[in-house]
Structures are given as C-alpha cells and as structure tokens.
C-alpha cells in the first residue's frame, strides 16, 4: 500500500500562485511514476501533469503547460506541483496518485493509489 496525503490548495485570485505537495508513504517511492489530476464537481477526472521514478521525464496537460511544473523530491517522498497564474478555470480538487514503474500514462485508472485531493480555488 501507499499512502498519499495532499495539501497547500488554496482559495486565491487569478494570477496568483500556489504549490501543492503530495507526502507518500508505505512503499519504496522512487519504484513509483508520479502524477496530478484535477476534478470539477460533474466532470471527469483531468490528467495535470506526471513525473517518472527519478524525475528526468516529466510531462504536462495543454491547458497548464508554460504555467504548472512538477518536481519530486525522493529524500522526503514528496512530489509538488507549482501552480503559477492561476485562472478561473483552475478552480477544481487536485489529486495526487502515484503508479508502480513509469508509462507516461494520462489515465486516472492506470495509478492505483490516490490522495484524498486538495481543493483549489481562483476568482477573477
């Protein structure tokens, strides 16, 4: 099992910033690809960004590429997103998940194991 615990969500105003941190536990991190996905109440689940085992490889949606950057840092087991000119839009649960190995995989059912979300929040 791993467990994973989100924070650093937020209610700010458009154009602010603010970095999200996943602490994991249970299992060996650096065996697990990383990543965030977002949720808006009645819609699907959104791919944010992933990050593989060591970090060299990471890769991001459209709508936050240029403004989201994951990192992970595998002495504290901890993975972070910085979240830079939030807009409106942004407004969702973020959540962490993690998956045995690295696949580059967009698809919320290829990582088993999530975090209880983290909700941010931007107003114009």
């Known amino acids: 099992q791993v467990q994973l615990v989100e924070s650093g969500g937020g209610d700010v105003q458009a154009g602010a910033s603010l970095k999200l941190s996943c602490v994991a536990s249970?299992?060996?991190?650096?065996?697990?690809?990383m990543a965030w996905f977002r949720q808006v109440p009645g819609k699907e689940r959104e791919f944010v960004a992933g990050?593989?085992?060591?970090?060299?490889?990471?890769y991001y949606a459209d709508a936050v590429k240029g403004r989201f950057t994951i990192s992970r840092d595998n002495d504290k087991n901890t993975v972070y997103l910085e979240t830079n000119n939030l807009k409106p839009e942004d407004t969702a649960v973020y959540y962490c998940?993690?998956?045995?190995?690295?696949?580059?995989?967009?698809?919320?059912?290829?990582?088993?194991?999530w975090g209880q979300g983290t909700q941010v929040t931007v107003s114009s």
């Open positions: 998940a993690a998956r045995y190995g690295y696949s580059g995989s967009r698809r919320g059912d290829d990582y088993r194991y």
């Open positions: 990050i593989s085992e060591t970090g060299r490889t990471t």
């Open positions: 249970g299992r060996i991190f650096t065996d697990y690809g």
